[in-house]
């Protein structure tokens, strides 16, 4: 069994900084793509940003050049530092991922419980 575990969410003033970190628990093998997604009180989930197996990168236009996904080596946490944040930012922040683990057994869609992010002065 795999587990997404968010961490990091925090109050965080306007122009600052935040790391969010999204770590696997379990037999896992590999991290096929994992994704940031956000749900703002009274509006749809929406997505962040993604990184792939490959290390490819990509962002919602909201968060470009602001926002920085990254994963560790040993695939098994991936991070999204966020920078120059700003009140629209403020949202619950959850990982979602495909992942293998080391039977090779995929397991698509997975997801994480959450974590707050507050952007207020």
């Known amino acids: 069994q795999l587990h997404l575990v968010e961490s990091g969410g925090d109050l965080v003033q306007p122009g600052g900084s935040l790391r969010l970190s999204c770590t696997v628990s379990?037999?896992?093998?590999?991290?096929?793509?994992m994704n940031w997604y956000r749900q703002a009180p009274g509006k749809q989930r929406e997505w962040v940003a993604s990184i792939t197996r490959r290390g490819t990168k990509t962002y919602a236009d909201s968060v470009k050049g602001r926002f920085t996904i990254s994963g560790d080596d040993a695939e098994t946490m991936v991070g999204l530092q966020m920078n120059n944040v700003k009140p629209e930012d403020t949202a619950v922040y959850y990982c979602?991922?495909?992942?293998?683990?080391?039977?090779?057994?995929?397991?698509?869609?997975?997801w994480g419980q959450g974590t707050q992010v507050t952007v207020s002065s």
């Open positions: 379990g037999n896992i093998f590999a991290i096929h793509v």
């Open positions: 979602n991922g495909d992942l293998v683990d080391t039977l090779g057994i995929l397991h698509a869609d997975q």
